[in-house]
């Protein structure tokens, strides 16, 4: 079962990948703050995919990003983003997706990347 | 000693001169008082002289001597009245010749002296041969007596009446002509009355009676103070006279053959001459050949441009100067005609015009200066005012940049806020979806959730594209390209509409790097607007061409138009007229092409149409 965490300061969204992703037969993992998910990336190496949210307070996703490259962490990333401006496609990130998400698009591509992982 | 031939011969010559003194005064003032008194007074010593020129010769028989006698009497009687008001009027005591008691009293005695002396010769007792001819005796009569007295106050009240004028006068010429007549008539008083009244009544009969050669002396004095002290001239002459010495101005008279007569001080001064050394010459001496731009280097110039009535007016001449110095003159000539219509002669005057030359060379100067820093004004207004219309436009621009970014801002806030509810919202609504496939009224009302969260999704980029709006991918196209690509899309639907689309493409369009499907979103939405504006129908024009450095797109419709105050607003995110619609079209136009480097602007005029113009620069900012 492919281990995925989900990253997003907002409560109620990650309650819903989480709800959706399970019943898709995935390990979802939640965390609202960047530094814990930080911490969770760089201690845990069974992570298949991060679903990481860009805008959020103290550690962005543009922060986490950068310190998984930095690190040398190649677990792939999918960002949720409200728009896909030139800040946005700067990112070093694998894959995006716009806010509201489409699930079926959502559960498309976390397919995708994690056969990719394996 | 031959008084045989020198006394008559003195007393004829005194005669003559008497005679032409009174002539002489009597011209240089006919009219005047004091010349007609003044000739008078010499008429009557002529008249005296004559008598005294026969008695005074020992070959005059004594018949022809008393009558000679009794002329020279007339004179002698006569001369002090005469002399008296001559003097009176001289030293101008009004009242006294006003008066016709003052003119009684010497003129009077006079008259009755005269026909006592004629009728009964009450002066003379008797005349007696000496060695220069005949000699009379006064009579020892109260008549003589009279007369001495008469004439003797006559003689004293004139001494003294000059006296007091020449002590008074404050004119120096007054002052020189009485103190002249004073010493004149002092001196004549005194040797006349010796010689003729004293020395005889004293039997002392040593000498001729020479009281009228003695006169000879006074008629000098007034010789003299006539012609250095301008006694007897007319005033006004002399008045031209001080006038002239003193006029700045050069003044010459010219013989009407050119010749100088006379020339003022004045001129004298200004060209470095003596009266004497101009006086007989060619008026041409002081016309310089040079420099004259009338014309008039000569004195046949002057006399060629004498009008009809024989003037010149001012006429610019240039003078030379006995050193060879040039002046500038303004020159005027004027002729002097005589009773005949005749010219006498030409005056001439002329101004020394240098400092007004120099002035107006200073003023054709500064003006000139005056007329390049005009230019150079009017150059750098002009400028400025450019310079003043471009900051506004910079300014209005800044703002309105300033007013988008601002919005922007808060646009690209609020969509990134509202992005996570509608997230919530539309994938609880897929969730519920997912859980319930057979439910088809719960799917029904999901669906509905789910597309009005997709709206509100596209409602959220469109904003967050006006904030940003970003060039997206550029590459080198042809707007003429892009243009006929949307108006393909959207023709058939212009067409049920009864919109025409008029096509004036310039072929010389050069590749702009661009995001072809922004421009294609920029085109689209300024053609959907421009249909919108003629519900009726109508046309739309759309021009193509290089302007500068530009490439200019005209989208000209016929359409109701815009009101004025709407115009200000077109760019502002939200503002629409239409009913449907969010009001960001002409927002995101503005920016994206803001974001290439270019320009959105309207002009319109309710009822007159519309005109969207779109300037892309030839060069991007890449």
Same mark, same amino acid.
């Given at each position: 079962m492919a281990k995925i965490l989900v990253v997003d300061d907002e409560l109620e969204i990650l309650s819903l990948l989480e709800t959706f992703l399970k019943a898709k037969g995935f390990d979802a993992v939640t965390t609202d703050s960047g530094e814990k998910a930080l911490e969770m990336i760089t201690q845990d190496e069974s992570l298949d995919l991060i679903i990481l949210d860009v805008r959020m307070p103290r550690v962005s996703g543009a922060d986490i990003l950068n310190a998984m490259k930095e690190k040398g962490i190649k677990t792939p990333v999918i960002i949720l983003t409200g728009s896909l401006g030139e800040e946005t496609k700067r990112l070093v990130a694998n894959d995006y997706l716009m806010k509201p998400v489409d699930l079926k698009e959502l559960y498309n591509k976390v397919n995708e990347w994690v056969k990719k992982g394996t | 000693?031959?008084?045989?031939?020198?006394?008559?011969? #003195?007393?004829?010559?005194?005669?003559?001169?008497?005679?032409?003194?009174? !002539?002489?005064?009597?011209?240089?003032?006919?009219r005047a008082l004091l010349n007609q008194t003044c000739a008078a007074t010499f008429i009557s010593f002529a008249v005296w002289s004559f008598g005294m020129?026969?008695?005074?010769? %020992?070959?005059?028989?004594w018949?022809?001597?008393?009558?000679?006698?009794?002329?020279?009497?007339?004179?002698w009687i006569s001369f002090s009245a005469f002399c008296l008001w001559f003097t009176v009027i001289f030293v101008e005591k009004r009242r006294l010749l006003k008066s016709k008691i003052f003119y009684f009293l010497i003129f009077a005695p006079v008259v009755l002296f005269l026909y006592k002396e004629w009728t009964s010769s009450v002066f003379m007792e008797t005349y007696v041969m000496r060695y220069w001819g005949w000699s009379y005796v006064w009579g020892e009569t109260v008549w003589t007596l009279l007369f001495v007295i008469y004439y003797s106050l006559c003689m004293l009240f004139e001494l003294y009446i000059l006296f007091d004028f020449k002590r008074k006068a404050k004119d120096s010429f007054k002052q020189k002509q009485a103190g002249i007549l004073f010493n004149a008539t002092l001196f004549t008083f005194v040797a006349a009355s010796l010689t003729d009244v004293v020395l005889p009544w004293l039997g002392i009969y040593v000498i001729p009676n020479i009281g009228v050669l003695c006169v000879l002396v006074w008629a000098t004095g007034m010789l003299y103070a006539s012609h250095k002290y301008k006694l007897l001239i007319t005033r006004a002459a002399i008045v031209a006279d001080k006038v002239l010495s003193t006029i700045t101005d050069s003044v010459i008279l010219l013989l009407?053959?050119?010749?100088?007569? $006379?020339?003022?001080?004045?001129?004298?001064r200004l060209l470095g001459y003596r009266e004497a050394e101009l006086a007989g010459k060619r008026f041409d001496i002081v016309l310089s050949k040079e420099h004259s731009g009338s014309g008039v280097i000569?004195?046949?110039? %002057?006399?060629?441009?004498?009008?009809?009535?024989?003037?010149l007016p001012n006429t610019e001449v240039t003078f030379a100067g006995k050193s060879g110095a040039k002046?500038?003159?303004?020159?005027?000539?004027?002729?002097?005609?005589?009773?005949?219509?005749?010219?006498?002669?030409?005056?001439?005057?002329? &101004? =020394?015009?240098?400092?007004?030359?120099?002035?107006?060379?200073?003023?054709?100067? @500064? $003006?000139?200066?005056l007329i390049a820093d005009e230019t150079s004004i009017l150059r750098i207004l002009k400028d400025l005012k450019k310079a003043h219309e471009d900051l506004q436009n910079s300014q209005e621009q800044l703002v309105e940049s300033a007013k988008l970014a601002s919005v922007g801002r808060l646009a690209s806030d609020v969509a990134h806020? %509202?992005?996570?509810?509608?997230?919530?919202?539309? +994938?609880?609504?897929?969730?519920?979806?997912?859980?319930?496939? =057979? =439910?088809?009224?719960?799917?029904?009302?999901?669906?509905?959730?789910?597309?009005?969260?997709?709206?509100?999704?596209?409602?959220?980029?469109? #904003? @967050?594209?006006?904030?940003?709006? +970003?060039?997206?991918?550029?590459?080198?196209? $042809? %707007?003429?390209?892009?243009?006929?690509?949307?108006?393909?899309?959207?023709?058939?639907?212009?067409?049920?509409? $009864?919109?025409?689309?008029?096509?004036?493409?310039?072929?010389?369009?050069?590749?702009?790097? @661009?995001?072809?499907?922004?421009?294609?979103?920029?085109?689209?939405?300024?053609? &959907?607007?421009?249909?919108?504006?003629?519900?009726?129908?109508?046309?739309?024009?759309?021009?193509?061409?290089?302007?500068?450095?530009?490439?200019?797109?005209?989208?000209?419709?016929?359409?109701?138009?815009?009101?004025?105050?709407?115009?200000? &607003?077109?760019?502002?995110?939200?503002?629409?007229?239409?009913?449907?619609?969010? +009001?960001? !079209? @002409?927002?995101?136009?503005?920016?994206?092409?803001?974001?290439?480097?270019?320009?959105?602007?309207?002009?319109?005029?309710?009822?007159? !149409?519309?005109?969207a113009t779109v300037l892309l620069p030839v060069k991007s900012d890449d």
């Amino acid at each position: 079962m492919a281990k995925i965490l989900v990253v997003d300061d907002e409560l109620e969204i990650l309650s819903l990948l989480e709800t959706f992703l399970k019943a898709k037969g995935f390990d979802a993992v939640t965390t609202d703050s960047g530094e814990k998910a930080l911490e969770m990336i760089t201690q845990d190496e069974s992570l298949d995919l991060i679903i990481l949210d860009v805008r959020m307070p103290r550690v962005s996703g543009a922060d986490i990003l950068n310190a998984m490259k930095e690190k040398g962490i190649k677990t792939p990333v999918i960002i949720l983003t409200g728009s896909l401006g030139e800040e946005t496609k700067r990112l070093v990130a694998n894959d995006y997706l716009m806010k509201p998400v489409d699930l079926k698009e959502l559960y498309n591509k976390v397919n995708e990347w994690v056969k990719k992982g394996t | 000693m031959n008084f045989m031939v020198i006394l008559p011969f #003195l007393y004829f010559f005194a005669f003559l001169i008497y005679l032409y003194m009174a !002539g002489y005064v009597i011209s240089r003032n006919p009219r005047a008082l004091l010349n007609q008194t003044c000739a008078a007074t010499f008429i009557s010593f002529a008249v005296w002289s004559f008598g005294m020129i026969f008695t005074q010769d %020992v070959r005059t028989p004594w018949s022809l001597a008393e009558t000679m006698y009794r002329i020279a009497a007339v004179g002698w009687i006569s001369f002090s009245a005469f002399c008296l008001w001559f003097t009176v009027i001289f030293v101008e005591k009004r009242r006294l010749l006003k008066s016709k008691i003052f003119y009684f009293l010497i003129f009077a005695p006079v008259v009755l002296f005269l026909y006592k002396e004629w009728t009964s010769s009450v002066f003379m007792e008797t005349y007696v041969m000496r060695y220069w001819g005949w000699s009379y005796v006064w009579g020892e009569t109260v008549w003589t007596l009279l007369f001495v007295i008469y004439y003797s106050l006559c003689m004293l009240f004139e001494l003294y009446i000059l006296f007091d004028f020449k002590r008074k006068a404050k004119d120096s010429f007054k002052q020189k002509q009485a103190g002249i007549l004073f010493n004149a008539t002092l001196f004549t008083f005194v040797a006349a009355s010796l010689t003729d009244v004293v020395l005889p009544w004293l039997g002392i009969y040593v000498i001729p009676n020479i009281g009228v050669l003695c006169v000879l002396v006074w008629a000098t004095g007034m010789l003299y103070a006539s012609h250095k002290y301008k006694l007897l001239i007319t005033r006004a002459a002399i008045v031209a006279d001080k006038v002239l010495s003193t006029i700045t101005d050069s003044v010459i008279l010219l013989l009407p053959g050119g010749d100088i007569v $006379n020339v003022n001080k004045a001129t004298c001064r200004l060209l470095g001459y003596r009266e004497a050394e101009l006086a007989g010459k060619r008026f041409d001496i002081v016309l310089s050949k040079e420099h004259s731009g009338s014309g008039v280097i000569g004195f046949p110039d %002057v006399a060629s441009r004498l009008d009809e009535n024989g003037n010149l007016p001012n006429t610019e001449v240039t003078f030379a100067g006995k050193s060879g110095a040039k002046v500038p003159m303004l020159f005027s000539a004027s002729s002097i005609y005589n009773r005949a219509g005749e010219i006498e002669g030409i005056v001439v005057v002329a &101004k =020394d015009i240098s400092e007004i030359k120099k002035t107006e060379l200073e003023m054709e100067r @500064l $003006n000139k200066r005056l007329i390049a820093d005009e230019t150079s004004i009017l150059r750098i207004l002009k400028d400025l005012k450019k310079a003043h219309e471009d900051l506004q436009n910079s300014q209005e621009q800044l703002v309105e940049s300033a007013k988008l970014a601002s919005v922007g801002r808060l646009a690209s806030d609020v969509a990134h806020e %509202v992005n996570n509810p509608l997230m919530i919202i539309s +994938g609880r609504a897929q969730l519920s979806m997912m859980a319930n496939p =057979d =439910d088809t009224a719960l799917q029904s009302n999901l669906k509905i959730i789910q597309d009005q969260c997709e709206r509100a999704k596209d409602i959220i980029q469109r #904003l @967050l594209m006006f904030a940003s709006p +970003g060039r997206g991918e550029l590459k080198d196209v $042809n %707007v003429n390209d892009i243009i006929e690509f949307v108006i393909k899309i959207i023709e058939p639907h212009f067409s049920i509409k $009864n919109i025409t689309i008029t096509r004036n493409y310039s072929k010389n369009l050069p590749s702009l790097k @661009l995001d072809e499907k922004q421009m294609q979103d920029v085109f689209m939405n300024i053609l &959907k607007n421009a249909a919108e504006a003629m519900p009726g129908g109508g046309t739309i024009t759309i021009t193509t061409l290089v302007e500068g450095s530009d490439v200019r797109i005209d989208f000209t419709d016929t359409g109701v138009g815009i009101e004025a105050e709407n115009l200000k &607003k077109i760019f502002d995110p939200f503002f629409s007229t239409k009913e449907h619609g969010t +009001g960001l !079209g @002409l927002s995101i136009c503005y920016g994206i092409l803001k974001a290439h480097g270019g320009r959105l602007k309207y002009s319109s005029a309710p009822k007159k !149409g519309t005109t969207a113009t779109v300037l892309l620069p030839v060069k991007s900012d890449d």
